[in-house]
C-alpha cells in the first residue's frame, strides 16, 4: 500500500506539470503583431477579397477579345464606392467616369448625358455563355467568337456570386446602335463589392460604323 505523503507528492508534481506544460503552449512568440486587432485583420481580409476577385476575372479574360469592326481585349478594374444597393446608369457614369476615362482606348468620358447609355442583359450573356461551345481548334473560325461568349459569361457567373448587383451597360452609341461621333462603343459590366462598397467592372470596346 502507498504511503499517503508519497501519494500527496505525486499529486503536487502533476499540477506542477500541468501548469508549466499549459503555460508553454500560451506562449506563442510566433503570433502576428496584429493579433487580436479585429481592424487589421478586417483591412487585410477586405484587401485580398478585391483583389482575388479581380485576379481571378483577369484570369478568366485573358487571350479573350471582342471583335466588331477591330478587336479588343477585357479590362479589369475599380472604380469609387458607393452605398447604394443598386446600380444606375447615373450612378456608374459618375462612380466610373475617372477609372473608364483612363482604361478605354480614347479615353471616353461616359459622364454627359450626351453619350448615350443602353441596358445590357447580364442573364443573356450568361446563357448565351453556357450554350456557346468552344472549337478545340483555335483556327476553327468560330473559335474566337464562341471563346469570347463563354468566358465572358463565366466571368459575369463569377461577378454575381462575388459581387452586389451586377448589371450591364454600353456607352456611346446612337439610335441606330452604331458608335456615336466621338469615339468607340464601351462595353462594361459591372458590380458593387461586398465588403469594400467599391464598384469592380471589366470592359471592353467596339467599333461600329
Excluded at 487580436?36 to 483591412?43: R, T
Excluded at 483556327?139 to 461568349?149: I, N, R
Amino acid at each position: 500500500m502507498r504511503a499517503p505523503w508519497l501519494t500527496a507528492l505525486s499529486t503536487t508534481l502533476l499540477a506542477v506539470a500541468l501548469g508549466t506544460g499549459c503555460a508553454a503552449q500560451s506562449d506563442d512568440s510566433s503570433a502576428p503583431s496584429n493579433a487580436g486587432d479585429p481592424a487589421a485583420a478586417e483591412s487585410d481580409l477586405t484587401q485580398s477579397t478585391d483583389a482575388a476577385i479581380e485576379g481571378k476575372l483577369r484570369g478568366i479574360l485573358k487571350d479573350v477579345s471582342f471583335t466588331s469592326e477591330s478587336d479588343y481585349a477585357y479590362v479589369v478594374f475599380e472604380g469609387e464606392a458607393v452605398t447604394e444597393k443598386r446600380l444606375s446608369s447615373k450612378l456608374v457614369r459618375q462612380k466610373l467616369q475617372a477609372a473608364v476615362k483612363a482604361q478605354s482606348s480614347d479615353h471616353r468620358d461616359i459622364l454627359p448625358s450626351t453619350c448615350r447609355s443602353v441596358r445590357v442583359d447580364v442573364s443573356k450573356a450568361i446563357a448565351e455563355g453556357d450554350a456557346a461551345v468552344v472549337p478545340a481548334n483555335h483556327d476553327a473560325d468560330d473559335f474566337t467568337y464562341t471563346f469570347h461568349d463563354k468566358q465572358v459569361g463565366i466571368a459575369l457567373k463569377v461577378m454575381r456570386s462575388q459581387l452586389r448587383g451586377v448589371v450591364g451597360f454600353t456607352f456611346g452609341t446612337n439610335g441606330s446602335g452604331d458608335q456615336d461621333d466621338v469615339g468607340n462603343v464601351l462595353y462594361v459590366y459591372v458590380g458593387i463589392s461586398k465588403t469594400t462598397g467599391k464598384l469592380i467592372a471589366i470592359m471592353t470596346e467596339a467599333v461600329y460604323t
